[in-house]
């Protein structure tokens, strides 16, 4: 439990003196037949379905189905187009550019890292441990009174562990700015989500996506849930309409499938375990670390040739070798059966060849 906390204290002053534009179907609400109020084309779309009215800003009906799915209340949620945009807007809402900073935990995603140059932000990064976990005295140490961002990623990309669960607590505990922990693979996790603490850390930004487990990247929608301040501050500052009907539509009707994606998940983590065995047999394989997540990071002999290798064959992998902390590891996506199947017969003839 977070005893003292001040949300006001963190917020930048253009935000907190911002006055969010007002969209026609703000402040209409109700039942119309004649809409003349958003100079949209009457008339309708040159598409077989009419998308020519403008979708619902906050998107209730589908928060209410992400309420049933996710345990969050619809006013503790903030949707975006990927959660590449709540990362942008914790930026915008809290940082003054040139003056305040964050701190980051690499290892990491590296978009933490491209949202802060954006938005000008300073970073201090603390690198994970040895074993990719978090640098508590480390962190301690960077945090100063301009600090106002941890990011935290639980599975983290691209090791794919999950970060202690104690040590989040920790600095959700210690540390007055807000803490995001972003759980993007989340469903492939053992560990509970960081949902459920919401009422225990006002400080807390959980992030998720349907861009993985959920197969929903090309729709782009991304989830933020926190307090209903902070929810209000990311309603404040979002561009009005950024969840497009069609994802809106679409995404409503995919959440219908959950035995689906359950199915997909189970045989994620089959065929993950399936691949981290075969490669342990590997005398190249060097060190596998244990995931979480619906990848592996593989530190092996020769990364970028037999990066290349696979490549020529097709087969695309992320190279990781040269990231601190990762020197000589491939990130592997797991994919479906015939195409881990792909993967591995690759590494063999490459292997066999070249030792
Ligand atoms: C840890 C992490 N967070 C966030 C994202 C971005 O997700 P989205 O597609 O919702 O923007 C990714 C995508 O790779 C990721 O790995």
């Given at each position: 439990m977070k005893e003292s906390f001040s949300l006001d204290a963190l917020l930048r002053h253009n935000i907190k003196k911002l006055v969010p534009y007002s969209s026609a179907r703000d402040e209409f609400k109700g039942e119309a037949s004649v809409l003349l109020d958003a100079n949209e084309n009457a008339f309708g779309s040159p598409y077989s379905k009419n998308y020519n009215r403008y979708p619902d800003p906050l998107q209730q009906q589908l928060k209410t189905k992400l309420h049933q799915i996710k345990g969050v209340p619809p006013e503790n949620i903030f949707l975006g187009n990927g959660s590449d945009e709540a990362i942008d807007i914790l930026f915008r809402a809290f940082c003054e550019p040139g003056q305040d900073n964050v701190i980051l935990v690499p290892p990491t995603y590296g978009m933490y890292e491209v949202s802060a140059n954006i938005n000008n932000v300073a970073y201090r990064k603390v690198n994970l441990t040895a074993d990719y976990q978090l640098d508590l005295d480390g962190i301690a140490a960077a945090i100063d009174v301009n600090t106002k961002l941890i990011f935290l990623c639980s599975p983290n990309n691209p090791t794919g562990n999950s970060i202690r669960r104690q040590d989040i607590e920790t600095i959700l505990v210690n540390f007055d700015g807000i803490v995001v922990v972003d759980e993007a693979y989340i469903n492939y996790a053992k560990q509970p989500s960081f949902s459920k603490d919401l009422p225990e850390f006002p400080n807390l930004v959980v992030l998720q996506t349907l861009?993985?487990?959920?197969?929903?990247?090309?729709?782009?929608l991304g989830m933020a849930f926190a307090s209903q301040d902070i929810i209000a501050i990311f309603n404040k500052i979002?561009?009005?309409?950024?969840?497009n009907q069609a994802t809106q539509e679409i995404v409503l009707e995919a959440l219908d499938r959950v035995d689906v994606v359950n199915e997909w998940i189970k045989e994620t983590v089959t065929e993950r375990e399936k691949l981290a065995t075969s490669l342990r047999e590997l005398p190249q394989v060097e060190h596998i670390t244990p995931s979480d997540a619906n990848f592996i990071l593989v530190r092996l002999e020769q990364p970028r040739a037999f990066y290349t290798f696979l490549v020529e064959r097709g087969i695309i992998v992320r190279d990781r070798s040269k990231v601190e902390l990762c020197e000589g590891c491939l990130r592997l996506t797991i994919g479906t059966p015939e195409e881990n199947k792909a993967l591995l017969h690759a590494i063999h003839t490459f292997y066999n060849h070249t030792s």
């Amino acid at each position: 439990m977070k005893e003292s906390f001040s949300l006001d204290a963190l917020l930048r002053h253009n935000i907190k003196k911002l006055v969010p534009y007002s969209s026609a179907r703000d402040e209409f609400k109700g039942e119309a037949s004649v809409l003349l109020d958003a100079n949209e084309n009457a008339f309708g779309s040159p598409y077989s379905k009419n998308y020519n009215r403008y979708p619902d800003p906050l998107q209730q009906q589908l928060k209410t189905k992400l309420h049933q799915i996710k345990g969050v209340p619809p006013e503790n949620i903030f949707l975006g187009n990927g959660s590449d945009e709540a990362i942008d807007i914790l930026f915008r809402a809290f940082c003054e550019p040139g003056q305040d900073n964050v701190i980051l935990v690499p290892p990491t995603y590296g978009m933490y890292e491209v949202s802060a140059n954006i938005n000008n932000v300073a970073y201090r990064k603390v690198n994970l441990t040895a074993d990719y976990q978090l640098d508590l005295d480390g962190i301690a140490a960077a945090i100063d009174v301009n600090t106002k961002l941890i990011f935290l990623c639980s599975p983290n990309n691209p090791t794919g562990n999950s970060i202690r669960r104690q040590d989040i607590e920790t600095i959700l505990v210690n540390f007055d700015g807000i803490v995001v922990v972003d759980e993007a693979y989340i469903n492939y996790a053992k560990q509970p989500s960081f949902s459920k603490d919401l009422p225990e850390f006002p400080n807390l930004v959980v992030l998720q996506t349907l861009s993985k487990a959920w197969g929903l990247a090309a729709l782009r929608l991304g989830m933020a849930f926190a307090s209903q301040d902070i929810i209000a501050i990311f309603n404040k500052i979002k561009p009005p309409y950024n969840i497009n009907q069609a994802t809106q539509e679409i995404v409503l009707e995919a959440l219908d499938r959950v035995d689906v994606v359950n199915e997909w998940i189970k045989e994620t983590v089959t065929e993950r375990e399936k691949l981290a065995t075969s490669l342990r047999e590997l005398p190249q394989v060097e060190h596998i670390t244990p995931s979480d997540a619906n990848f592996i990071l593989v530190r092996l002999e020769q990364p970028r040739a037999f990066y290349t290798f696979l490549v020529e064959r097709g087969i695309i992998v992320r190279d990781r070798s040269k990231v601190e902390l990762c020197e000589g590891c491939l990130r592997l996506t797991i994919g479906t059966p015939e195409e881990n199947k792909a993967l591995l017969h690759a590494i063999h003839t490459f292997y066999n060849h070249t030792s």
